[in-house]
């Protein structure tokens, strides 16, 4: 059985009879396998999944009742419900470990499993669970599990938003960034590709990795876009320089047996779409090393944020760029306007003398 268990094993076994260290094994037979176990795949072969599938997390009546609420009445997408699950069942398995019900639940509770996750989190992600459950308790009181809100007794760690180096990178470095790509080594025709329209369109890990084959329309020069977390679509212009670096990677880079419709696909077997904003951050950060770039904070979105603070210092309308990068209040796009400070000299005020 081509299985990533079964092929332990076998790596364990190989050890025992000759003189290796087993990691050495295990990731040679690993690599050596995975690779025919997708050859054989491809040929149409049966072949089980590589790694045996987890099973889903069970969830109590209470917390799938408050999964449906949150998204049929706040509109929030599957993964966002997903997430407030998790933080939910988790307070109530903290409830249970205090033999508590959710209708009986006290500020200390709160305040207890609030100090609790601040000493194994950091602050931001405390806050967005603190967040969650705020929802959650606004939800006991519509079914008539609580009689009193008790979402203003949630207490969340305070965020300060310049506490962290701004992400936003100067143009000319987002420029020497992508003159540094070497679009003939390998992968350089896809990462070049990749992060051109990150930049160009302002485009985050999510929507960039999720453009299928199909949201090219090559004769009327336009890109269809999703976003992740809403659903919306949007259709932007196919700009020259990008259907040109399109173009070069699908026709001399991608993959052509590839089954993946993502456009953006990995290299290695069976070529399934990029996994997540590491895989970008890793790409992005080795090509910033090659431009000689020395950055305190350089994430999945530092593009992003380079693109819309470009725009405010062009003197975009606030509004426009809003809309382009998908946010559904005007209120989010104030994130970039603290670093382009080009545009708030105009604004500033004389200090009288």
Known sequence: MLTRRRIDAFAARYVRARDC????????????????ACALRNFGHHVPPWVEPKRPRSTSRLVA?????RMKHSGVSPRTASIDAQHASSFVAFLRSRARRPDSIRVVDIDEFVVSCCSRMTGKTVAGICSSLRAFFRFLVVVGRLHHDLAP???????????????????KDVQRLLRSIKVRAQLGRRDFAMLLIMATYGMGAGEVLGLQLDDVDWEASTL???????????????????????ADYLRRERPAHAEAREIFVSHRLPHARLSGAS??????????????????????HSLRHSHAC???ERGAPPKVVS???GHQRPSSTSAYVRVATD????????VPT
């Open 224 to 246: 269809h876009v999703r976003r992740p977390k809403t659903g919306a679509a949007m259709v932007l212009p196919l700009l020259g320089p990008i259907a040109r670096a399109l």
């Open 310 to 312: 470009r725009q405010i």
């Open 153 to 171: 007794s949630v207490v969340a760690p305070r965020l300060r938003s310049a506490d962290r180096p701004p992400r936003a990178l100067p143009w």
């Open 21 to 36: 260290r087993l990691e050495t094994a295990r990731s040679s037979a690993r690599s050596a396998l995975w690779a025919w």
């Open 323 to 325: 809309d382009i990068l």
């Open 279 to 300: 895989a970008i951050c890793h790409r992005l950060s080795k090509h910033a090393t090659a431009a000689g770039l020395t950055l305190t904070f350089l994430g999945s």
């Open 65 to 69: 009742q408050y999964v449906e609420h």
């Open 343 to 350: 545009r708030l000299r105009g604004v500033a005020l004389r």
